[in-house]
Structures are given as C-alpha cells and as structure tokens.
C-alpha cells in the first residue's frame, strides 16, 4: 500500500503569509493526488486534482506542484477563511490512501 | 448542479446494523463510481473502499471486509453503506463521495471531486 505522509500536522501563520504544506508518497504516484480542505462539522472540499488543477470556483491563492513522490499545496496569501484541515489523497492505485491531515489556525 | 445527499444521523446500540444510504443527482449515476470514507471523532480521513456504479462490483480497504457492505439501488440513483455487528469504534462520520468515469470495460482514475454531507453514526448502549 501506498503512504502519504503529511508536514507539518499542524501550522498557525497570519493573514497574508504564504502557507505551505508538503505531501509525500512512500512511492511514485505520477500526479495522481489531489487535496482537500476541511472546515469543522463540514464534508471535505475538494481543491486541487492531477497535482496542480485547480477545481473550478477554487480561489488561484491555492497552488499545488509536484510529481512523483514530493507534493505541495502553497497558499499565497493567507486569508480568514482559509482556516481548517487539510488532506492530500493520492488516486494511483488501491486503496486510496488520505495523509494524515494539516490542522491550519489563522493567528 | 451534481449533489449526493446522505441518509440522517443515526444512533445504534452494540451489536446492531445500520444502513447509509447516498442519493446521487445531476448527473448519470451509473457512469461515476461512489467511494466511502470514514471519520472517527477527531480523526483524520480514511478511505474505506469504493463499488462501480456500472457492475455494482465492491472493492474494500483492509479493516473494512466483513461487516461492512456497499450496495447500489440504481433504480433511484443511490449508494449504500451497511455496517452490521456493530461495536463502539464504528461511531464515526461516513462520506460518500463520487470518483472516477467507469465505462462498461474500464475505469478511468480520478479524484474525489463531489462529496455528500456525511452521516453521523453513533454507536452506544
């Protein structure tokens, strides 16, 4: 089974920082991940697909990059709402394992 | 616009079975298959596994054989979860959500794009 592995767990940065969260496969997934974000009480909300698309309605604050094995989701200025947890998930093969999540607090 | 709408809350006693069910709408529900994910209290995500809306052919995570049945009535568009023997650790949020394009020979891999709202499932004496 395929590992994703998620830095940092958790972050807290201020309105306007640019974020950035890092996602790794324990093996090459191509760009076959995709990112969430998760507000509380809330279903997940899909992002970001094929590594870098982003889903239509999607802010272009968010960016993701990366193939392989190394991924990221960058934020580029940091607004209110963007607070949650955020998951990658990697669709290469089965099972589809989710990361382990990033817990983000606006200061 | 595509929405899956999820059955409501439910609340089991040990041993019990319960049914989710997740109506899809908006959109052809045989072409897309639908996926389950699990969410225990304070927890992270967890893929459970996934059924072709073309077949109807389940595919489980390991953790998740045995007791746990995914099930399709395509006559209203709608995917089941079913968890039977239930025990204190299935309380959790469980998601439905749409995945890949499936023809009737392939799948075409893809992300989880649509979710359902979640069912919370509490399970207690």
């Known amino acids: 089974d395929i590992q994703m592995t998620q830095s940092p767990s958790s972050l807290s940065a201020s309105v306007g920082d640019r974020v950035t969260i890092t996602c790794r496969a324990s093996?090459?997934?191509?760009?076959?991940l995709a990112w969430f974000q998760q507000k509380p009480g809330k279903a997940p909300k899909s992002l970001i697909y094929s590594a870098s698309t982003l889903q239509s309605g999607v802010p272009s604050r968010f960016s993701g990059s990366g193939s392989g094995t190394d991924f990221t989701l960058t934020i580029s200025s940091l607004q209110p709402e963007d607070f949650g947890t955020y998951y990658c998930?990697?669709?290469?093969?089965?099972?589809?394992?989710f990361g382990q999540g990033t817990n983000l607090e606006i200061k | 616009q595509v929405q899956l709408v999820q059955s409501g809350s439910e609340l089991k006693k040990p041993g019990a079975s319960v049914k989710v069910s997740c109506k899809a709408s908006a959109y052809t529900f045989t072409n897309y298959a639908i996926h389950w994910v699990r969410q225990a209290p304070g927890q992270g995500l967890e893929w459970m596994g996934w059924i072709n809306t073309n077949t109807g052919n389940p595919t489980y995570a390991q953790g998740f054989t045995g007791r746990f049945v995914f099930s399709l009535d395509s006559s209203v568009s709608t995917a089941h979860l079913q968890i039977s023997s239930l025990k204190a650790e299935d309380t959790a949020i469980y998601y439905c959500a749409r995945g890949e394009y499936c023809s009737t020979t392939t799948c075409f891999a893809s992300s989880l794009e649509y979710w359902g709202q979640g069912t919370l499932v509490t399970v207690s004496s």
């Open positions: 093996q090459d997934i191509n760009n076959y």
């Open positions: 998930q990697h669709y290469h093969s089965f099972p589809r394992t």
